[in-house]
């Protein structure tokens, strides 16, 4: 069944109840962040599974079994950015740029993250060439990022993404992340099939609980990947 009618069928089912003051109204928002949960846990792994078949991985389940576990360390985070007037007259100077930040630049640590917001921008992701790219908001989409741990399972063919949230002058910017993540026991190795002589490992394998560890020990900014990359591999992140 389609996500969105898992959500819309659900909240039906609640309304059709009757009401019964503050509890029946805490049962119905617990009911709602449960399917939503649900439903984007499912488009995490269906992503996931692509994306093992598109790197001609046998095992297309790789990835999203570890988000599927029942001990999964996955989470979801409600942010609020409230408005934050410019408090300089010079709205290029990078004081105001720096005064608007409302998330500082960072990659998310997990597999993947599942992202939907309001209509209020603010979201930007920093390309190869360290430029920094606005995306544009939309309520009826996601957005998708690449974490660390994935980019450390696919060999670096897909790189997690480094981003930052800047706040609005004048609106309320809201989010809901859904962060992907595996058991804190989950071993964290590149499969095999995308080891080749020509294109070795390039991270050590390790746990995901001993790279939380190492990440909630640096500031938020650092590159946690280079304290798990193989030896001789400097110029891998």
Known sequence: MPRRNLIKRNWKRQRRSRAAGPSYLSNVRLSAVSAYIEAVRELACELLDLMAEGLRIPDRSVFSRLIRDGDSDSLVRLNHYPPMPLLCKDKDSSTCNQNKVGFGEHSDPQILTILRSNDVGGLQISLHDGAWVPVTPDPA?????????????????????????????????????????????????????????????????????????????????????????????????
């Open 141 to 237: 989409t996601f957005c998708v990022n690449v974490g660390d741990l994935l980019q450390v399972m696919t060999n670096g063919r897909f790189v997690s993404v480094r981003h930052k949230a800047l706040t609005n002058s004048y609106k309320s910017r809201m989010s809901m992340a859904y962060f992907a993540g595996p058991p804190l026991n989950a071993r964290i190795a590149v499969p095999p099939e995308m080891i080749t002589p020509t294109k070795p490992a390039l991270y050590k394998p390790f746990t995901w609980a001993e790279f939380k560890k190492a990440a909630f020990a640096l500031r938020l900014g650092d590159r946690r990947l280079g304290l798990f990359r193989m030896e001789g591999d400097e110029q891998v992140a």
